[in-house]
């Protein structure tokens, strides 16, 4: 979860000056709260259908592995959608990429610029280019995005399968790159053994007994919960300094509280695993650094200005051109980041990869509640999207679920969301 | 004594903590004219919006009773089933389509589904007559004019039957002539015996048409004055609730040097490339001086504004911009700002705000750099500066975080102007500031301008209501078909003189 590498957002200013009590202030934040309330209980239901499998530290792990690109792609999304445009390339960008990334590790002789790092960052500027190009048609021509990146789509699918060759797949790619997805951090302190594994008879330790944590991964995760906590109480105190109402105290602490709670829960389960997913970390970072543009810099809140009103923000010194290049090149560069991710985790470049992934970004940004007129949504949101929707992926394969009827339930849950929302705000 | 056509008795409406109208009474008589006046927000919408079914019967108390008989609407179509009919304040109408569609949009003859255009457009073509609109029933919306537009609704309105027709400051965005012509029809409909109801800011149209006044404010009816005590000064006192002895702040100007300059100033329109909008304007503004710009709809005046400011409007600009005497560059709107040049749009809904964020975000969007350090914004800091300025320009809201969507129009307009004066211009260029507004309001933005005159500020303010540019001004040009066309000090100048430079103007250009 987000919520353990994230260094405490600094909150929802806008809902937090207003209420005395701490209903109302429950209620102004109820589709925050909802939302990730609404995870937890889904998480819960599957842990319960399940028969206890979802939480395992062993499936955790491989929820984060399997849903981490789309996560990745939609807080470029979240920008994107929140500037009053969409894209719908990012799933054919991600397997182009993903599919470049194998031919120059693998196929062509690039000598030392085949090694993993090299390549990666040659990739993800080739991202950004495609972003680019994409949005200097929106932004400086006009063209609507919907036609541009529904052109990108068609135009980078092609091309991704023309490299690898028609339906062949490319690989084994080197174990280096694969730990971008299926690595896990090294443990720099050393695991500690709390209940030492059981000895078969035959001398052979089995699998999965006893308890033996990741140290690096439970120090990581103390930090990050007290970073959390003494960030929180910071801009507490720097409100009521200057004499603004702060949220409610007990408010705060049982946020806080349970925030914590369930962050060191998770982490306990990491570390008595295998200890924190690379890719988790990567993504943490990440979403902690999408939650501070968009929350605490002016990029940020001129990108919330022109997807409300573009003329007012172009009227009022945004240059909303360059602006809207920017949230493409963005865009793009986080596309490709989620086609290494995909190519990673499959060992592989596969013709199919991120195939439709577009669909299941665009519905996690809407899950958390962004407009599709532009100017409102959050990156939490959006995080907590994604994971509902992966949580809902993993639970239901665990189930048995089948893959059609799987479909058609996350086609509800992204029609209920979207429909309690407009709900609420009408009620409002 | 005429029929009483309309009755609304006691009428209360709330809303969630706020109560709207308390013991509203309305009384028409039938083939009369009743203007209903009051501040924004005093609730005559609100009144209009239950009168006319929008909100439908039982959401409110009191009673309605039309031609006689109690009326329960339960929606639009109802009351216009019985010949209410209501003209919004934003037109509702379909730019892409005919006037004819528009017209006869969900009321279409037709034969099992299928279109009788002839005798739509026939039946469009006679409303039109009765309009005085010399289109054809086929041209589309979008390429007539805002005052042919709202000649439709109206024809529209007829085709309906009308009993009762309620106009929403039908005259708002409409040019001088325009808003004449409206007038003049609404009598002629009048003597035809139709009954209407007239909201209205502008009081000198009240006075001329109207046979009755009902005053609203804070959601009461103040009085219902009589067509021989109707004056503006009296309907004033009744609006706020206390006389304003003047309608303009008093101010002492304090004149400086020239600090902004326009030098032959040319721009052509963006689409078709050949038309020459703005005709070599030269124009000065001195230190401490207001500057107004005079002019009918279409003068050219927003345009011209709107390419001063960072080339917003048009295509092949010419001229040359002087500040304190040296040429700057303001070929965008952020170089404009950086100069310290500031432009307040006349159409805040579209180009001046985000309405769905709240005053605190609106204020500082025009200087971020103001209230950050590294591109970091200081939330402190930004609340602080958007409570200051909501306390300078008196804007009235719950609090900063109240979303500019749900202020009232005077309110919206602090909102913009607070925006421009933390961008802290030199040079403030204000676009019908006033449009819109009730009284109060507008009162409050004059003392504003005087304020910031009064610091040295260079103020040009566009309007088209000429009274006001006498009252708040200190020299006035006269702008006519893109050029100047009249400069006079506003101590010597008089909406005559104005008329007669645009009219002479009229013959000049071509």
């Given at each position: 979860m987000s919520t353990e590498s994230a260094?405490?957002?600094?909150?929802n200013v806008a809902e937090e000056q207003?209420?005395?009590?701490a209903v109302s202030a429950l209620t102004t934040n109820l589709r925050e709260y909802g939302l990730i309330l609404a995870l937890i209980a889904i998480m819960v239901f599957f842990q319960f259908t399940t028969n206890g499998t979802l939480f395992k530290p062993v499936n955790l792990s491989n929820l984060v592995q399997q849903n981490s690109f789309i996560i990745v792609m939609a807080l470029g999304m979240l920008l994107v959608i929140v500037s009053g445009h969409i894209d719908l390339s990012v799933g054919s960008v991600a397997g182009f990429i993903g599919a470049l990334a194998a031919m120059m590790m693998v196929i062509w002789p690039l000598g030392p610029f085949s090694n993993p790092l090299v390549v990666s960052i040659i990739c993800l500027i080739v991202g950004g280019a495609i972003g680019a190009a994409q949005g200097y048609w929106i932004a400086y021509h006009r063209i609507p995005s919907f036609i541009v990146t529904l052109a990108g789509m068609l135009i980078f699918r092609g091309i991704c399968q023309a490299l690898l060759g028609g339906g062949s797949s490319v690989g084994p790619l080197p174990d280096g790159f694969k730990a971008l997805s299926s690595g896990f951090i090294p443990d720099v302190i050393g695991p500690l053994t709390l209940i030492p594994p059981t000895v078969n008879a035959a001398g052979k330790t089995i699998m999965g007994s006893g308890l033996t944590l990741h140290m690096t991964t439970i120090v990581l995760g103390l930090i990050a919960v007290l970073a959390y906590a003494y960030f929180g109480v910071r801009t507490r105190r720097k409100r009521e300094r200057h004499g603004y109402e702060a949220e409610p105290f007990a408010l705060f602490v049982v946020k806080t509280l349970v925030g914590s709670a369930l962050a060191l829960f998770l982490v306990y389960q990491f570390a008595s695993y295998r200890g924190l997913p690379v890719v988790l970390l990567v993504m943490g970072v990440l979403i902690s650094l999408f939650v501070f543009v968009t929350k605490r810099m002016t990029i940020g809140r001129r990108i919330y200005a022109m997807g409300g009103n573009s003329k007012a923000a172009q009227l009022s010194g945004i240059n909303t051109e360059r602006l809207t290049l920017m949230v493409f090149i963005n865009m793009g560069v986080l596309s490709a980041l989620g086609g290494l991710i995909i190519a990673a985790r499959l060992g592989q470049a596969v013709p199919?990869?991120?195939?439709?992934s577009e669909l299941d970004v665009i519905a996690a940004v809407f899950i958390g509640g962004a407009s599709a007129m532009g100017g409102v949504g959050q990156v939490i949101g959006a995080v907590v999207g994604g994971f509902i929707m992966g949580v809902m992926n993993n639970g239901m394969s665990i189930m048995g679920v089948n893959v059609d009827w799987q479909q058609v339930v996350k086609g509800l849950v992204l029609l209920g969301a979207v429909i309690f929302d407009v709900y609420n705000k009408n009620k409002a | 004594m005429a029929p009483t056509i309309l009755e609304m008795r006691d009428i209360t409406k709330t809303f969630p903590g706020v109560k709207a109208l308390s013991n509203v009474n309305l009384s028409v008589e039938e083939g009369e004219i009743h203007a209903v006046v009051g501040e924004n927000g005093a609730g005559k919408s609100t009144l209009m919006k239950v009168l006319s079914g929008v909100y439908p019967s039982g959401t409110y108390d009191g009673q309605i009773i039309f031609n006689g008989g109690e009326c329960q609407f339960k929606g639009i179509h109802d009351s216009e089933r019985k010949g209410i009919v209501i003209i919004h304040q934003e037109l509702a109408l379909v730019p892409m389509l005919s006037i004819a569609e528009n017209i006869f949009l969900g009321n279409e003859h037709a034969r099992y589904g299928i279109i009788d255009w002839n005798s739509n457009e026939a039946r469009t073509s006679a409303l039109l007559k009765k309009v005085g609109l010399k289109e054809d029933p086929k041209t589309l919306i979008t390429n007539i004019g805002v005052g042919k537009q709202q000649l439709v609704e109206i024809a529209k309105a007829l085709s309906k039957e009308v009993k009762l027709l309620i106009l929403d400051e039908p005259t708002a965005s409409l040019s001088e002539k325009d808003s004449q012509a409206l007038l003049d029809l609404l009598l002629e409909f009048k003597r035809q015996g139709m009954t209407s109801i007239l909201i209205s800011h502008k009081l000198n149209e009240v006075n001329r048409v109207a046979d009755k006044v009902t005053v609203i404010r804070d959601g009461r009816t103040i009085e219902t004055l009589a067509k021989k005590d109707i004056s503006e000064d009296r309907i004033i006192t009744s609006m706020v609730g206390r006389s304003l002895d003047d309608r303009y702040p008093p101010r002492e100007p304090d004149i400086g040097e020239v600090v902004f300059e326009v030098k032959n100033w040319s721009v052509y329109h963006p689409i078709h490339a050949e038309r020459q909008v703005i005709k070599g304007i030269d124009i000065n503004v001195r230190k401490g001086e207001v500057v107004g710009i005079a002019g009918l709809m279409g003068a050219g005046r927003t345009e011209f504004a709107m390419s001063l400011f960072g080339r917003s409007y048009g295509r092949r600009i010419s001229g040359e911009v002087l500040l304190k005497g040296k040429p700057v560059d303001v070929s965008s709107v952020s170089k404009a700002v950086q100069h310290g040049i500031a432009y307040v749009t006349e159409d805040r809904k579209t180009y001046g705000l985000n309405l769905i964020d709240h005053i605190k975000h609106n204020i500082t969007l025009a200087n971020l750099g103001g209230v950050s350090r590294h591109s970091v914004i200081d939330d402190m800091r930004e609340l602080a500066v958007a409570n200051d300025y909501r306390k300078k320009t008196n804007i009235r809201a719950s609090s900063v975080y109240q979303m500019t969507g749900n202020l009232s129009g005077g309110n919206q307009q602090k909102v913009v102007l607070s925006k421009w004066l933390f961008a802290d211009p030199d040079v403030l260029i204000l676009d019908e500031?006033?449009?819109?507004?009730d009284v109060g309001a507008k009162y409050e933005i004059y003392t504003i301008i005087a304020r910031l005159a009064a610091e040295g500020k260079a103020i040009v303010v566009i309007s088209s209501e000429m009274p006001e540019l006498l009252g708040i001004t200190d020299r006035i040009y006269v702008m006519n078909e893109g050029r100047i066309v009249g400069e006079m000090p506003a101590a010597e100048a008089s909406q005559e003189k104005i008329m007669r430079a645009i009219v002479r103007g009229e013959g000049k250009a071509a």
């Open positions: 260094p405490a957002p600094q909150g207003r209420p005395r009590i199919a990869a991120g195939l439709g | 500031p006033t449009r819109g507004i």
